[in-house]
């Protein structure tokens, strides 16, 4: 099968590679059907991630056909149409009984992509499926559920439910890019009084509007601390999510809420950032930050079948499967092409592999 593998550091070739095989009964093989591009693989490709070894296939969002299931899979059959969830869970380890799956110490958590072979591929091995896929309910697309995978839970769990988003709120959030828009989207879900977000760039700011932010300020020429306290009466914002991961930006989300106001980060950081707890100890603050569980799909799905929450404003871009390489620069370049996310699909031609093919385990 062909496959997106990451070659080292600025390195990335779509190339043939060995298909997947079931190696133990709770695995499952999946057609790639739709798969997409997350930010996470451009840190990647940056080298930012050293756990990821050249060789690789990267990805971790994707939807499929299951084609072959290990003989202690009972949940799925041949054929189900199925969402791959960014995080596995193996069911069993303490963090996953508690619906912690991103934090799973019995093999799962964040592994596609990562541990071991992705998403972007033909097809692809699945590990826990019976924990890990999602069955998808009839008369939805692959597009309507594609960013369930990851960037709707990530923005549902560790921006809107972390930070504790109430009606009538004012939510601020730093950053308009992808996962800023889908915590503005999820946000709508309770109905908050004012979103406000908070970018660099004018075109992001101008798509926070259409995801339905109320205000936006671009940082970079006002006050984003006094526009905030103008917008509510002098208290600051009830929530403030940090959807960037830089030390700038974490910290001007402690500096934006009320007393009793939450900061939930969101960002994926590599640098420390400075905590004010000389300001911040007196005003009752709550700060989380959090890895995906994953664990809002279900509820998801039944927000898109009831027609409550429609993601496919994500797709901005749409390529061949076979053209995940100019999908990447097509994506790797946002602020002059304006990609929020690209969707690979496959040729619905493609043949189910054969499995006596001698996989590459490359973690
Ligand atoms: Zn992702
Ligand atoms: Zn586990």
């Known amino acids: 099968m062909k496959a997106l593998v990451y070659q080292g550091p600025g390195?990335?070739?779509?190339?043939?590679?060995?298909?997947?095989?079931?190696?133990?009964?709770?695995?499952?093989?999946?057609?790639?059907?739709?798969a997409t591009i997350c930010g996470t693989d451009l840190h990647i490709l940056k080298g930012d991630v050293p756990a990821v070894k050249p060789g690789t296939i990267l990805g971790h969002e994707a939807v499929g056909t299951i084609v072959e299931t290990g003989s202690a899979v009972t949940g799925f059959v041949i054929g189900d149409r199925v969402l791959i969830s960014c995080v596995s869970s193996c069911g069993r380890c303490r963090f996953c009984k508690e619906g912690r799956y991103g934090q799973c110490s019995g093999g799962g958590g964040w592994i596609f992509g990562h541990l071991i072979n992705g998403l972007q591929a033909e097809y692809a091995r699945v590990p826990f499926a019976d924990n890990s896929l999602y069955k998808i309910p009839a008369g939805l697309t692959d597009e309507q559920v594609l960013f369930l995978s990851d960037i709707l839970p990530t923005s549902f769990e560790v921006g809107v439910l972390n930070g504790q988003v109430k009606p009538g709120d004012t939510i601020a959030i730093v950053g308009a890019g992808p996962i800023g828009l889908a915590v503005i989207m999820a946000a709508k879900l309770f109905t908050p009084g004012k979103i406000i977000a908070i970018d660099l760039a004018d075109s992001r700011?101008?798509?926070?509007?259409?995801f339905g932010a109320d205000v936006t300020i671009n940082n970079g020429s006002e006050d984003p601390i006094k526009k905030v306290f103008e917008l509510t009466g002098g208290l600051g914002?009830?929530?403030?999510?940090?959807?960037v991961g830089?030390?700038?930006?974490?910290?001007l989300c402690t500096e934006l809420i009320r007393p009793g106001?939450?900061?939930?980060?969101?960002?994926?950081h590599g640098h420390a950032a400075t905590l004010h707890l000389e300001k911040l100890w007196i005003k009752d603050v709550t700060?989380?930050?959090?890895?995906v569980d994953t664990y809002s799909i279900p509820q998801l799905l039944s927000l898109i079948v009831g027609g409550r929450l429609d993601p496919t404003t994500f797709a901005t871009h749409r390529f061949p499967m076979e053209e995940t390489m100019a999908a990447y620069d097509v994506f790797g370049d946002a602020a002059k092409t304006h990609a929020l996310k690209v969707v690979l699909e496959t040729a619905a031609t493609v043949s189910k592999p054969s499995t006596t093919v001698k996989t590459a385990a490359r973690v």
């Open 261 to 268: 106001g939450r900061v939930a980060n969101v960002g994926v």
């Open 11 to 34: 390195k990335r070739s779509w190339e043939s590679v060995p298909d997947p095989k079931i190696q133990v009964p709770t695995d499952a093989i999946v057609k790639i059907d739709t």
């Open 237 to 243: 914002a009830d929530v403030a999510v940090e959807a």
């Open 287 to 291: 700060i989380t930050t959090g890895l």
């Open 205 to 210: 700011l101008a798509k926070a509007k259409e």
């Open 246 to 251: 830089v030390p700038q930006t974490f910290e």
